[in-house]
């Protein structure tokens, strides 16, 4: 049975003090002043360059399935495959742009890319995962004399005395020559 003589304290008021004391304690704390914002994507490699691609862009990766080649078409259309239910065009993004082949195919991963109206798989050189890098170090622009690769980069950051392109997957998707595979 409950002491008649101890008055009963409310919950809101033990509540209430609780707060008064966390904002008593929290206003001797330093103000964070300035957030150092982040940008993440995911990093691999195309001929010698670094290049990173916005997480979003990406919907996985994955090792280079097996797939069924496509006849008369030029030769960095590597070919179709069956992923997740899904028949994929396979297009090795490094004869695309240009690049000489320098990577043993156990080496090479598939960025599987999709935009409302085409999926696609792209082969690309060894992946280096998720990079981060700080907001501020973003620079606009491509300072890259490689004419293929210029019109889907949208700047680049540097980390440790490193370029890295941001590639935008997405427009390559987008671009005339991208349909252009027939010879």
């Known amino acids: 049975m409950a002491n008649s003589n101890n008055s009963a304290i409310h919950p809101f008021d033990t509540l209430q003090s609780y707060q008064t004391r966390c904002l008593k304690i929290a206003r001797n704390h330093p103000v964070q002043s300035q957030t150092n914002t982040e940008w993440s ?14 997480l ?26 069956n992923v997740r239910g899904r028949l ?9 742009l240009g690049f000489e ?30 990079q981060t890098f700080s907001a501020d170090s ?10 293929k690769l210029r019109p889907f980069i949208s700047g680049y950051f540097e980390k440790n005395n490193q370029i890295w392109f941001v590639l935008n997957l997405k427009q390559v998707l987008e671009h005339d020559y991208f349909f252009d595979v027939a010879i």
Do not use: M
Request: charged letters at 20%.
């Open 88 to 96: 994929v065009p396979i297009l090795d993004l490094n004869g695309f």
């Open 41 to 54: 994507g995911l990093g691999y490699e195309l001929g010698n360059h670094k290049i990173v691609t916005p």
């Open 138 to 147: 973003f620079h606009s622009g491509a300072p890259t004399d490689h004419e």
């Open 56 to 81: 979003n862009e990406v919907s996985e990766y994955l090792n280079i399935p097996n797939f069924t080649r496509i006849p008369r078409v030029k030769n960095w259309l590597t070919g179709i495959s």
């Open 101 to 130: 082949q320098k990577t043993t195919s156990s080496k090479k991963r598939l960025l599987v890319v999709e935009n409302s109206e085409l999926v696609c798989g792209f082969s690309v050189n060894s992946i280096f995962g998720l």
